[in-house]
């Protein structure tokens, strides 16, 4: 009876070791496929601070889309020309602003997107964090 009890607490033990073995692998992959939802970010730039909230949606073919709204001054659903994601990586372009506008930015072990948006041809650092669901 001992050596079946025995037996059967290796191949647990040896069971356990295998799922641990795989689970960053799973980690990784649920990682890269976080980018549909909300972000929001303060963008900063000379002699103003304002929140930008990017609104990222995945459609049935896998493909991304995004919208841009600016709270503070009542705009909402700026459509964003290309949006694509490979890995931790994340780009946006053609949002039709003045001067165009853009976002690249990289998602950090932190869950948030780390990058600059891209204007008229300057750059300011914008670090976007997903928007809770009760917000």
Partial sequence: MFE????AAVALV?????????AP????????ATFAGDWSGMLSAPGMEI????????????TLSTTIDVPAQGVAGIVCAETSAEGAE????????PGSGGFDGTLNEEGVL?????????SFP????????SE
């Fill in 90 to 97: 994340f780009h946006v372009s053609g949002c039709e602003i």
């Fill in 14 to 22: 040896a069971a356990l070791a295998l799922l641990a073995a795989f």
């Fill in 51 to 62: 929140e930008l909230i990017f609104k990222v949606v995945e459609g049935e073919d896998g």
């Fill in 114 to 122: 780390a990058g600059n948006f891209n204007q008229a041809g300057q």
């Fill in 4 to 7: 079946n009890t025995r037996k």
């Fill in 25 to 32: 692998a799973q980690d990784l992959a649920a990682q890269e």
């Fill in 126 to 133: 914008l670090d976007l964090k997903p928007v809770a669901e």
